[in-house]
């Protein structure tokens, strides 16, 4: 309707007649404000993207899901279980994840190295009682390098010296 004319015609469209399970439901997620009652069903084999104007509340549905923002009511499942997601933490516990559309400023520490940047991911697990296995987290950063292709010179080069592809 935007353009005036059908777009069926510039994709191919392709259906699966049999979606999977339900991986990941939303009932009545809202903060109370500015984010309505939304729900969603997301099946084991789809993509589901978010669209729209900025202000629509598609990053605010996102950051409630993850956590990141407060729910003033809703509920999440994951593969059927009610979740209970009260923080970031929460959801990377159940293997939620959230990419923030501007990374550069909200997903990275760039003044910090490549090497604590990939660290912050797994303090949890990689430090206790306030003591950084340093061992643990330059092992974990040499093969985050080498899965993801990330082409740096060491992993002391700061985050903001990085090229825009890595």
Request: charged share 25%.
């Amino acid at each position: 309707m935007m353009v005036g004319r059908s777009m069926q015609d510039f994709y191919e469209h392709q259906r699966q007649t049999n979606p999977g399970p339900v991986v990941l439901e939303v009932k009545n997620v809202s903060d109370g404000r500015k984010v309505a009652p939304t729900s969603f069903k997301l099946h084991a084999g789809e993509i589901l993207g978010l669209a729209g104007l900025v202000g629509a509340g598609r990053t605010e549905v996102s950051r409630l899901i993850f956590g990141a923002d407060r729910k003033a009511s809703g509920e999440v499942f994951l593969n059927g279980k009610k979740l209970e997601i009260n923080s970031p933490g929460d959801a990377i516990d159940v293997g939620i994840g959230y990419v923030p559309e501007d990374r550069k400023d909200q997903g990275l520490f760039l003044e910090m190295s490549s090497r604590k940047n990939i660290a912050l991911n797994t303090l949890k697990q990689d430090a206790k009682a306030g003591v950084v296995n340093w061992g643990s987290v330059n092992q974990l950063a040499t093969q985050a390098v080498e899965n993801f292709n990330i082409r740096l010179a060491n992993l002391e080069i700061r985050a903001v010296d990085l090229s825009g592809g890595n």
